[in-house]
């Protein structure tokens, strides 16, 4: 019988756009997907869905309309992307992970319908590394029988892998000029892939302003908002004010209450208690750990609003009143000046560092770029190197704050003390 491990080994000898360095559009249509979930019986189409994509917010807003979901007494399945340390993180059934007897059995089902549409000839055959997981995630919860799927897009939404699911709700919390080589140079383009995910008979919670007075190429609100209107969608928006954790948990309470108004009456209510909330928090996102004596913050952020945010955030939650010294790593592909110019007057030192195999900038290269804002910068080879001397420089009463890529995250947060109340099967 295949091991989960064998699985894992056969699943990464395909290609995984994550670890590449993306020119251009990866592909041209959901064929593959969709030929692939054909052979597989179509498992997304046994459960509602709702469907989450944006720039920032997203994960954290799937948790929460998950929680809400769960409050309301449904079995309910959460697919997000990307992970922090463990794949199995993009796979949750009421927060847990999936076992890994589970686990094994669908991605085994999953690897050898790929392999027989390539002996067949057909469009599953060219399946990517995301598409078998997205594939694997969506049997787990068929196999599972959960009621509902909150799915996460990964990239844009359009085309993106998970874009096979009709959500019946679907939620956008914010548009940003990222990925722009693939989804396109203005916050319009942008706004339009990621709008790709409203289908005939959805609603919308939107947390992006529908305002003309940007200018065509800026608006991104009204970008979707014509996409809704093509497609018979009903949105209602939310301010984009207040804290980024405010904002995530209105936008989860308006798409419930749009639920609830279109019959789910299980969904009315209060649902998203303290305790609810608590449950939907996110590793890698404003997480606070400890290590050496002292609070470490991981946050993944990668665009200079989501750091601008962090930072705000973090000012409010009662850390010691003093600059954070800061582990920093950044995609290739991510606005370092905008990000840097983020950071500059609010801290004073940046331990630049990079994941190794990874597309991040050559950490010497980041480190004369924090210099020309004003910021102290150290060069460091390995993340966790990069985490001690930025530990040993904090104390005693001060914390550390690691920035700008989940990858980045994902390579120190082991050697951190960080409780995830809400994944039980670790093992």
């Known amino acids: 019988m295949e091991t989960l491990e064998t699985c894992l080994q056969r699943l990464n000898g395909r290609i995984n756009w994550e670890k590449r360095l993306r020119k251009g559009a990866m592909r041209v249509d959901l064929a593959p997907m969709v030929d692939l979930m054909e052979r597989l019986g179509n498992p997304h189409r046994s459960w509602r869905a709702v469907h989450v994509a944006g720039t920032k917010g997203k994960g954290s807003v799937a948790r929460l309309v998950a929680a809400g979901l769960m409050g309301a007494g449904y079995s309910v399945g959460v697919y997000a992307s990307p992970h922090v340390e463990h794949m199995r993180e993009r796979i949750r059934i009421d927060f847990d992970w999936v076992s890994d007897a589970a686990l094994t059995k669908a991605l085994g089902r999953v690897l050898d319908v790929r392999d027989e549409a390539e002996k067949a000839g057909t469009d599953a055959a060219e399946a990517t590394w995301f598409d078998l997981v997205t594939a694997t995630g969506f ?76 200018g065509v190429d800026a608006d991104a ?62 590793p890698g996102r404003a997480e606070k750990c400890s290590h050496g004596g002292l609070t ?76 020309e804002f004003d910021l102290e910068a150290q060069v460091h080879d390995q993340p966790l190197e990069a985490l001690e001397a930025a530990v040993q420089a904090a104390k005693p ?8 890529s989940l990858h980045l995250v994902g390579a120190v947060r082991s050697q951190l003390k960080c409780p995830d109340p809400s994944a039980k099967n670790h093992e």
């Open 221 to 282: 609100g009204s970008a979707i908002a014509g996409v809704a209107l093509a497609h018979g969608v009903y949105w209602e928006t939310v301010a984009p004010e207040g804290s980024f954790a405010q904002r995530n948990l209105e936008l989860a309470a308006k798409g419930l209450d749009l639920l609830s108004r279109r019959g789910h009456f299980r969904l009315s209510g209060s649902l998203l208690t303290p305790a609810a909330v608590h449950s939907a928090r996110l």
């Open 296 to 371: 470490v913050v991981l946050d993944g952020a990668h665009v200079p609003s989501s750091v601008h945010g962090v930072l705000q955030q973090c000012g409010a939650d009662g850390l010691p009143d003093r600059a954070p010294q800061v582990v920093l790593g950044l995609g290739q592909d991510k606005d370092a000046p905008g990000i840097l110019k983020a950071l500059s007057g609010a801290v004073d030192r940046v331990h630049c560092t990079s994941v190794e195999g990874s597309l991040h900038r050559d950490p010497v290269e980041l480190a004369h770029e924090a210099r």
């Open 139 to 214: 049997l787990c919860f068929a196999q599972a029988g959960v009621d509902w799927a909150v799915v996460e897009v990964g990239l844009g939404g359009r085309l993106d892998s998970t874009n096979v699911v009709h959500g019946e709700l679907c939620v956008i919390p914010s548009i940003e000029l990222e990925h722009t080589d693939i989804l396109g140079s203005t916050h319009r383009e942008i706004a339009l892939e990621k709008a790709g995910i409203l289908k005939v008979g959805s609603v919308l919670a939107l947390g992006v302003p529908v305002d003309p007075s940007r």
């Open 397 to 404: 009463d001060g914390w550390v704050l690691v920035i700008g």
